[in-house]
């Protein structure tokens, strides 16, 4: 059963808790569905203040409006979720230090390969108490290792990261079709069931699990599985192959997670950060069609083309994983560990062509 905000207050001495801001730092696709989510029940918690702030990349429209403007104007992401409105209460707001100033509660909901750089510029500026979430994907690779999204937070801006991750399809969750979610916490179960209240309506459901680790790697593979669905998908080899790619992608995913954190619960697979999100990712994600695409053109055109083709602005994440797992995978020696992953990514650099993907010896269908 998820805990409750009377949780939080019990462990706190009771009463009522004090109000949070809340900021969300990032306005793509994903971000403005949180923001929506989060502003509903901001208004409606008295735990929370009702403004919600939504930090906005500026970018001219092509009608030369900013875009920012017209979010607040028509209180709608008419680039990346048009046809949603967002809740009167969503503010958004071009100044990156202006959109956190006095929050307490940040949500973090970008591009992977930005948040270093969004990092950098909020040091000094947040208050003692801050909590974080990410809903990022993705890792961080260096040459002392791999980072997680959340380490680069909670490490950068020393505050707690805590995740949030699942089967969350952006545009569903916007129309209200029913989606459950996962938060990640580390070791306060009271801040993780402040997360909880704060992203549950009746068509979200949110559990937490005391597995960060875990719970953001199961995000941040599943989209190099998407990548080699996808390419099953664009050389329409079927369904069965298709489940066998996902079930290796599986296998992979949690072999991976259990060697770079062995603190990483084998139950974290199996919660909506899980085999869930790597059934709804591999079945209508992004990745996976962008990969379709990229397959049915034999790899003539590049993913970087067909991102900006097909997304209108928002980023593929799958193909940058890829890449940075495969350096931290050659770095370790593990290659021939974890065949489908180095695979996705030799065929997204165009050293295989897609249908490298599976390889028929006559016999049986070998999956790389």
């Known amino acids: 059963m998820a805990p409750s905000l009377d949780d939080f207050q019990g462990r706190h001495g009771g009463g009522v808790a004090k109000r949070s801001k809340v900021t969300i730092v990032g306005s793509g696709n994903w971000g403005s569905v949180a923001a929506k989510l989060v ?13 919600v702030r939504m930090w906005v990349y500026e970018e001219t429209l092509p009608n030369g409006k900013k875009l920012t403007d ?8 008419v680039k990346y979720l048009p046809g949603i409105k967002l809740g009167k209460n969503v503010v958004a707001d071009p100044d990156l230090v202006h959109a956190v100033e006095g929050a307490d509660m940040l949500v973090f909901v970008t591009p992977h390969q930005f948040v270093e750089g969004i990092c950098k510029r909020l040091v000094g500026k947040l208050g003692k108490d801050v909590e974080a979430i990410s809903l990022i994907k993705g890792m961080e690779v260096k040459r002392e290792g791999p980072r997680m999204i959340s380490s680069v937070i909670s490490d950068q801006l020393g505050i707690n990261c805590c995740v949030l991750m699942g089967a969350n399809i952006a545009n569903e969750i916007a129309e209200g079709k029913f989606s459950e979610a996962t938060v990640g916490y580390r070791y306060d179960r009271a801040v993780a069931a402040k997360w909880v209240q704060l992203f549950t ?10 597995d960060v680790e875990g719970v953001e790697l199961c995000g941040t593979l599943k989209n190099v599985v998407a990548i080699a669905a996808g390419f099953v998908d664009g050389l329409e080899m079927g369904n069965n192959t298709k489940a066998a790619i996902m079930r290796i992608g599986l296998r992979e995913m949690k072999r991976f997670s259990k060697l770079l954190f062995p603190s990483v619960k084998d139950t974290t697979f199996f919660e909506s950060c899980g085999v869930a999100d790597l059934i709804t990712t591999c079945l209508g994600g992004r990745n996976r069609r962008v990969a379709e695409a990229f397959a049915k053109n034999r790899g003539e055109r590049s993913f970087d083309v067909l991102e900006a083709e097909m997304l209108h602005g928002q980023k593929l994440q799958g193909v940058s994983t890829a890449s940075e797992l495969y350096e931290v995978l050659s770095d370790r020696g593990w290659l021939e560990m974890f065949p489908l992953f180095a695979t996705v990514h030799e065929i997204s650099t165009g050293r295989l062509p ?13 999956v790389a």
């Open 354 to 366: 897609p249908s490298a993907i599976v390889e028929y010896d006559g016999n049986s269908l070998e």
């Open 201 to 210: 309506t009746p068509y979200f459901s949110v559990t937490p699990v005391q």
């Open 70 to 77: 017209v979010i607040n104007r028509e209180n709608e992401n």
């Open 39 to 51: 502003a509903s029940n901001a208004l409606k918690l008295d735990s929370f203040h009702d403004e």
